[in-house]
């Protein structure tokens, strides 16, 4: 008879992305039962666990060494211990740690999720933006290049896209989409959820740009940034449709800067503008 103990589990345990009441009894339950526990920042999830009282045998997982924990990993689940990956708020392998983890194991090994709060989750159940569908895009490129980069390629994204920033970066990037997604675009600014310094920004582009430079307090913190898909910003305006329809027509004959020049002569509409839209025109039709 063979005494070989069954595989463990491995369980993605997400944590409070700022409040603590938000931590969930299964989530408790679990970080108790299990042999150990793979965290992002041991430090910082030290502290969580012992606020819940909860002792366990703590691991670094983090960015720099994921790769090389995966057969460390392995081993603990063939010897039959069940392991927990938290990361250092919300839902790992969101904009965290775990993806090579979950990518590499997931055919061989159990893994269950135990679910609980995320920044994306939570900020678009306030946006009132449709949600119905949306892109996370993450974390911008921190160089200017490549924000711009990023963000052109979403000129005339149609879904609500979802943007995580920092306190380091979120006047550039504000400052960015102003001049590539226009003033009067729709967005969402969710600031510290579920923190004691909660605040929403609802309105436009234009009108973010002043409440995030009137005080300073408003640039700390942790962001969720959420913008209005540009078919949605465009049905209030029934005219936009024509002017994709010729700017498309103008782009298959004349070169970028010519097309927008006399969409702009047509149309009255801002010389720049159109050409943005022209470039991401051509961009789709290459
Ligand atoms: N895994 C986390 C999740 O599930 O949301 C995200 C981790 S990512 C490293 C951290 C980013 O998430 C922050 O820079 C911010 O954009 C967003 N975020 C996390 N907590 C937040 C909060 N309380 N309020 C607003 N945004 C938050």
Known sequence: MSTKKPQGTLYIVATPIGNLGDMTAR?????????????????????LLT???????????????????????KSWLDSGENIALVSDAGTPLISDPGYHVVNQLGDAYKIEPIPGASAIIAGLSVAGLPTDRFTFEGFLPAKSVGRNKALEANLTE?????????????????????????????????????????????????GLQVWIKVDRMHQKGEFVLMLAGYEQEQSTDEQSVAVESLLKILVDELPVKQAAGLAAKITGKKKNELYKLAMSLKKQSL
Not at 36 to 46: F, Q, S
Not at 54 to 69: F, G, R, S, V
């Open 158 to 206: 149609r879904r609500t896209q979802v943007y995580y920033e920092s306190s380091h970066r979120i006047v550039k990037t504000i400052e960015a989409m102003l001049e590539i997604f226009g003033s009067d675009r729709k967005v969402v600014l969710a600031r510290e959820l579920t923190k004691m310094f909660e605040q929403i920004y609802r309105g436009d582009l234009a």
């Open 27 to 47: 989530a408790i339950e679990t970080l108790k039962k299990v042999d150990k526990i793979c965290a992002e920042d041991t430090r910082n999830t030290r502290k």
């Open 51 to 73: 606020h819940f009282g909860i002792q366990a045998d703590l691991q670094a997982l983090h960015d720099h060494n994921e790769q090389n924990k995966i057969g460390l990993i």
